[in-house]
């Protein structure tokens, strides 16, 4: 059987393929003379496979779209404390290119801004570092997130260099309060470097994959990122990444996201998946024409967007069933708070009859910190009522089963539960 | 059984009731006199079960907070394409009371600041409705989102009333652009009356589940919003709820909120639950100091973080068993995007020997639209291979299991298949 | 003999005639039905002559010209003090309506905007005076100022008042800053009243002239303000009193000059004399199309530009003569700090070999404090030298010709200085 | 004689002496290790007369206030045209650091602002111009200002070049929009070099005088600039010359200013001096405290305030007399618009009833164009009246006496006429 997401994903394409407003971002003259005509789609799900359509190897530039992983690095590798020293969190409402620093502190406003790009890239590798020690490290982790070499387009980078005067103006200011010691011809050509690593579609999908599940490449399975970097990465595309039109983005569109001005598109689903597009055409805000369309087409498809995640119809309690001496209460689906409240609730209002009490862990997916605490407390006090206790749990999502008071669960795994269940 | 929520609720009121920085509003009169020391705080979960703790019964004005629900009924009533024509959806980075109009449009820019909440008030009935029959309109509503007949405190209003310059100033720049129709006396008014309806955080936490369940009010079932119009209310929130530290506020705690100034704080988990504390002393942006610490606890503790949603660790794909002439593959868990593509991948990857294919739907504890086309989908390409298909599938999760070329998928409950799986 | 301004100004209004541009102000239905082809100049000289041409006895509503006049009687009534705590002194660079208030003290940032004008109006009369009451007292000024009695077209005061939005928007935000203390409405009202005083372009010449010439009214010789204020006021308009465009003006134009709605635009040149033009048609920033060329041409022609006085080419001393046993210093023209150095220097210079030395201030048009002052210092050390000194000053320019030693300087008259002279 | 205005100015010195607010530059290390206690003032007058006290030969760079006089030279080298081209000139109302661009246009909004006195550099001696060359005219000019062969300070340039990131990153924002063309490296290092100059206050003083001079300068009587240029300058020096105070400045002291970060400050006052003052200890705005103490002394006691002239309580007629068959009016003090007018209203008033009639203008000190052609069409009219005319004008006040209809007056010196006037 071939999986039907790709021609799902080729249909989009062909849905937007005749969409010609914007215009191939002028300011830099290499990317001035881009062919405007390719487009491309991609995601990747948590289990690490990547969906693709369109011109899906075709490498492009990855500029701003750097912002986010570079900002994401530099949480993992000198903390938040001092990445907040040097860059806020906050949404510009204005343009990329804007100086945008806070009043008192004069930090930039935030890491999505260019003057914020260019004060995160100087904090990789040390005040001390070269620009190329700075830039291997970033290519490094690029590469590591997405999951194969990554190159520098130096030519790119030589255009940009060329037209560099904003960025400078911004670095130099930058210096001027002290945010970077560096001198500006270096941050500038350490950011710019960032900015020309060369990615496909599939790259992107990977890496904002990655993002979105807190930290671990889905495809080589490496733990790259902190999930709490992560987790603040992705809050600060939602609050920032689409510039000055971050409110409508995350309104319509509902998926975080950071766009590149070679034409590229990077979202992430928290817990599910990334996305990329590419469409070297740009509306005026500097977004994607085409690509930013892919993205409401996929969110409204799909059912992608953050804020309208549809509460689950079942519980996470499947049955409570009682045959004999034993009462069977089997558990379903992820346990987080809300699985975890539903099995609380429903042991709550169930008036337990016999002496045995089995939880049947065989059928939740997953649990977390939360989720677990809750369903020993749970069965501690279910004991505390004058039950017995014990969980069927081959996959040890309650870990050592270790309550509260001390004491453990005792694990079981009779069949004459499993037939009172089957039965119904 | 008791239902260790309550107790987990009372210890974190315990952590944060010492905290004694900040202070109440000063500049309503009979905010000023409010005693600052009640504390609570409720959560709604999606099964409609209200947990909470500390002066849980204790009645406060709902303030600000009714922007979002004001807000979501102008979008339920007048529609989206109106709404917009009057308030924008962006970020002001400023105060609450600041002006803070759009350039171009002189609409105020987003709903959450004083003058889009005034605004949005005056689209409710109808331009040429009168202040009461306006605000009985949004009373009636507001009760509906609580579950209970809701009240106005009429000394809050007049309290606010004799105070209003800077909203009497808004609305009369609302009215030299345009924006509103109506006189600014009565825009003040029908908006303050509004600010004064009194709620305890038990309500507060119902009405934001219901935001955050697509408008389906939990404890009594009513749909009362459109699943669209809550997914834009909380898009809002995420972005501009907080005033102008809501980048930190979405990084640091994650949860879309709204603050009230007479202490009160709601917020929602899209999908999941709504969530409310109250306790008077603001600080300097007018948040409350100890409802915003236990929201961060809260996040941190229950793993609430809108952005870090761990992925899955387990398949929406149970188990793929062959026994005789038939496999059943077995799915389980939510079935959108994530679930729909685990089972179109293992079934691509699974090499299916048998004639017959049966997929059991019994474990799957939801489904969505996308999710239902790419499963039945799959069938397709199954049979298309060469097999016979048939779902067990009682709860009707796949509708009337219509392919897309116009067949319809036999459904079977064969105990044998039943026996296939228990044995393992 | 017929004095030639009067056809010099006819010719000038001859030029500017055609010029179509602009559009009468719209948003006041009593100013937008205003027909736009009035056009009239006049002037009046430190002498209280004045020169007119067009339509000079036509009455139009004086509008923000009022605030010029408003803030000097201000100034006058209550004090520098006062006035300075409630409104500030620098230019906005903002359009006249814009609220423009300073950061930490919230007054308005000058007198110009409506936002200051308002607050300045509510100062007239005290706190608690009523709305009549303040717009008496501003009519008998304004009347004082033009020297006739002049009236309020109360059919304006009615249509701005039922068009105030914006103007109540600011006096209401004023009061939440408790700029103002009386009611929004009443603030608006007043200033709305002073806005309505119908005056003629002669009106606003003589106006005008009064504080070009420190306050004394030069027709009816009443001194009306202190020099102090007039010259305060003159400063403001110079740096506020044309919007957004005061840099340009002041650099083209130089004329310190206040623009009306209605069309009038008033200008004072320092010391000599008041401008005033009518012409409805305004340009974007609400300036008089018409009137602003006028004010050009009547600038260029006639070198009335504040920046481009000239060096005097002659000096303070007409001649230094000896004849016998005496010298005779004759001063001429004004005595300020120039002419009164020049006096010092030629005395310093001239190697004086009589004993008898006379200063001669009969051709002294004119003379000030630190010209009395350095005029009698230079008599003194010249009798230091060994001299015998005595002036000829019949009109007493030296006052009581007393020394900084305590004695007084002999006066004299004899006709051999004067033969002394005119033989040459 | 000694002229007193040395122990006047002394004793001014001695009145501000004591006050030790504010610190010297801290921000370029040559200047933050200035002795801060040296102190000077000197003025200049239209005579070429330099006056000083204090440390009046000590040597101090000339800063901010070169952006006066490269203002002044870009627009005498390149027109007005081309440098409006490039700066505006309004009011900024911000630091002087600050960038400061129009929103359209993206000129900086004024040459007093470092933005805008990087682009005014860059138009001195053409866009190829070397860095070298381009100083080399500037310091050609300000040597002819100041009288005497001016020198660069290396270490000042040096040390401000080693801390110069703020004006590098201006310079490269204008390059990025096009406003300069040259390096941002160069432009600033032209900036600054221009910014090191040395200078006394009795330089200072003589340079103000040039510019209030039209251009003159008064001690060497070269005419280094155009009147309409120093016209130009003035204003923009007080609108915008004292950065964000400059509303207070023009209406508590009234003198067009510019002030220096090493503690220099220069006024002008058109028509009559230059002013200078140097005490390095600077206010937060950055300008000299004491410096700006001793304006208001000077202004207060000498009555400088530019919007504070008095009007002349003489006037330019002195006296008609008649006497047998000729009337004589005898004229005296200047002869601008007011003066003219005088002669005008005197000649129209007096029942002349003479044939003869002569104008003396021998007390005329000086006269300009629209006083000359005012007196010349009086004369017309009085013949076109009946009368035979002439004119006693030796000095040719009246240029070649020609009138409107093409014919000349006739020039007389009867005794006659003397002695009918003194006998009085």
Redesign the interface.
Known sequence: ?????KSYLTEILDRVRDRDSGAVADYIPELAAADPTPLAVALC???G?VYSAGDDEREFSIQSISKSFTYAIALQEVGVEKVLGTV??????EAFNE?SLEGGTHRPV?PMINAGAIAVNQLINGEDSSVDARVTVLLDYFSRLAGRELHIDERITGSELATA??N??????L??YGVIAGS?ADAVTGYVRQCSVLVTVRDLAVMGATL???G?Q?VTGEQVLD??V???V???M???GMY?????W??SV?I?AKSGVAGGLMGTL????GLATFSPRLDSSGNSVRGAEIFRILSE????????????????V?SIRTRGPVTVIRL???L???GA??F??A??AHE?TTVRVVVDMR????I???GRE?VL??LR??R??GHRIAVIDPDHLLGDRRLGDGTTVEETDEVAV?VAD?VK
Chains 1, 2, 3, 4 share one sequence.
């Open positions: 059987m071939e999986i039907p997401l799900t948590s289990a496979r806020g969190m906050e949404p510009s409402g100086l935030n005067d904003r400078l103006s911004l670095a130099h200011m210096r001027s500006a979105a599940l807190g671990r889905p999930p709490r992560c987790r603040q992705q809050a600060v939602a609050s920032a000055d039109g971050a409110g409508r995350m309104a509902g975080p928290p817990g599910q998946l498809d799909m059912g992608l967007h953050l804020m309208s995640a549809l509460p689950s119809t079942g519980s996470a499947r379903q689906g992820g987080g708070f809300t409240e539903d609380l609730a042991a709550a337990l059928r939740v997916s997953d977390d910190a939360f809750m407390e749970g006090r279910i505390t009522d499993e089957e």
